[in-house]
């Protein structure tokens, strides 16, 4: 944590369509990995890449609350303006918008659960910010196959009022 001081942004945000793939176990384990897999094949069959698509996680539930087998996590692709059929378990939705405070963390994935510690245990609670009951969402800058660990770039974004 001592090299990824917080850096916050206050930002009022659209709304987000997203396709998305719901899976249900540990956020840093092989389901999420394969979740991710087949939003990409899905994305490539579909040719649905376009220049500001974001690749975005919902994890719905606090792993040090439950037991993360059963940890519930969206994998979400903003979609651009060409059209498309959803097909099998992937859906469509929107995450919503309004105002988000925004965490920036480079490194590896594995060092999420301390930035959050720190926003929640350290941030918060002298930030004059109350949350909103929205999901938080994580956003990954880079690829993660292309990328080491150590350079990996996520947003963090929490809903506040």
Not at 4 to 30: C, H, M, Q, R, W
Not at 119 to 136: A, E, F, G, M, Q
Request: net charge positive; aromatic share 12%; glycine share 8%.
């Amino acid at each position: 944590m001592k090299n990824n001081p917080l850096k916050t942004k206050i930002k009022e945000l659209k709304p987000k369509k997203v396709i998305f793939l719901s899976s249900t176990g540990a956020y840093d384990g092989e389901q999420t990995d394969r979740t991710w897999e087949q939003m990409i094949q899905f994305i490539k069959k579909n040719k649905l890449f376009h220049w500001r698509m974001e690749m975005i996680g919902i994890g719905h539930d606090n792993p040090n609350i439950t037991e993360s087998a059963n940890c519930r996590y969206d994998a979400c692709i903003t979609v651009g303006k060409k059209p498309f059929t959803v097909e099998g378990e992937i859906g469509v939705k929107e995450i919503e918008g309004g105002k988000y405070a925004i965490f920036r963390y480079r490194g590896p994935y594995t060092g999420l659960s301390g930035i959050y510690h720190a926003i929640y245990h350290d941030w918060l609670p002298t930030s004059n910010c109350k949350t909103r009951n929205v999901p938080v969402f994580e956003k990954y800058c880079n690829n993660p196959n292309k990328t080491k660990p150590a350079r990996l770039l996520t947003e963090i974004y929490i809903p506040v009022e």
